[in-house]
């Protein structure tokens, strides 16, 4: 779960839609929206490989 923005939207909008695969309406939504659930019922090694991806892209996740 994405806990905040942070500076660089642009580059957590793209790992979103890289992790989501939705258009770009909808990265933005999740993205505007954090905190919310970007993954759900998924492997540990997946959400940790997310958790990754969206922290290098500058923003603060929580893996619940």
Do not use: C, F, H, M
């Amino acid at each position: 779960i994405p806990e905040s923005q942070g500076a660089q939207k642009s580059a957590r909008n793209q790992e979103v839609r890289a992790i989501t695969s939705p258009g770009l309406k909808a990265d933005n939504d999740l993205v505007d929206s954090a905190p919310k659930a970007i993954l759900e019922g998924v492997t540990k090694e997946a959400a940790e490989k997310a958790v990754a991806q969206l922290e290098e892209a500058g923003a603060r996740v929580t893996l619940k």
